[in-house]
């Protein structure tokens, strides 16, 4: 049974996701549908893109990941699908997919003369991903392209004897999650955010006490900062952008 993840910023209060549900279970009724999320920061596309890239790799070869967060939806930017690692991937063109590699292949999706200007998300996304995960070619929904929107995450780098990061995300919990390696830096590593001194490197919540800010290195493989049984992002007034020192 094919699989199709979606991640949006459509939210869960309106229709938009069970209308593009509706879609893809209309042209691939026998699909399972993963929601990753529906809460994007709206229009954030750095968040989508650290999202997907961290998810996609979990789910088995033949997934089809719908990814939708469209600020410039309606415009002249192009809608794209591409194939990596015998997953498939749809999104607008707008940098959301600069994780995957340079070599992976890339189409332009036409644009259907039915398209809602504003929700292409239903009307042009959703069929194309219907499609893929039906197990039509990539070539047979799209014009090879290759110069997709590059827009990477920033990546650290070194000064000296340290690790010189930032802020990539901020989750649910108000977390901080940063773009450096915990492959990078050593155990007894000291962490700095925006100047201040959180002390070493620590191995899970537990290891302070309640309400103390510590560095770990997260689930997802980087540092991370959090405070215990409370959320870093407001009570270290701190996020996206925000630099992260590591020193050994």
């Not at 979990?58 to 794209?80: C, L, M, Q």
């Not at 780098?157 to 340290?162: G, L, T, V, Y």
């Not at 995300?169 to 390696?181: A, K, P, Q």
Request: negative net charge; charged residues 20%.
């Amino acid at each position: 049974m094919p699989i199709i993840t979606l991640l949006t910023d459509f939210g869960i209060a309106d229709s938009y996701v069970a209308e593009v549900k509706g879609v893809l279970l209309s042209c691939a009724p026998d699909a399972t549908l993963i929601d990753v999320t529906h809460l994007v920061p709206r229009g954030d596309v750095g968040a989508a893109q650290y999202l997907l890239s961290r998810a996609w790799r979990r789910f088995p070869e033949g997934t089809t990941h719908f990814a939708v967060v469209d600020p410039g939806v309606g415009s002249s930017r192009r809608a794209i699908a591409a194939h990596h690692a015998a997953h498939r991937f749809v999104a607008p063109d707008n940098g959301l997919l600069s994780f995957l590699p340079r070599d992976a292949r890339f189409v332009a999706l036409a644009e259907p003369a039915s398209a809602a200007p504003t929700f292409h998300g239903r009307d042009l996304f959703a069929p194309a991903a219907a499609a893929l995960a039906s197990g039509v070619s990539l070539e047979s929904v799209g014009r090879r392209i290759d110069d997709p929107v590059h827009s990477p995450l920033p990546t650290p780098r070194m000064h000296s004897d340290s690790i010189i990061g930032e802020i990539i995300y901020v989750d649910h919990f108000g977390n901080l999650i940063s773009n450096v390696s915990g492959t990078d830096v050593q155990p007894t590593a000291r962490v700095w955010l925006a100047g201040r001194d959180l002390g070493l490197l620590r191995r899970t919540f537990a290891d302070v006490a309640p309400d103390d800010a510590l560095a770990y290195v997260g689930s997802g493989g980087t540092v991370e900062i959090a405070v215990r049984d409370g959320n870093a992002a407001q009570q270290l007034e701190a996020g996206v952008g925000a630099e992260l020192r590591m020193e050994a």
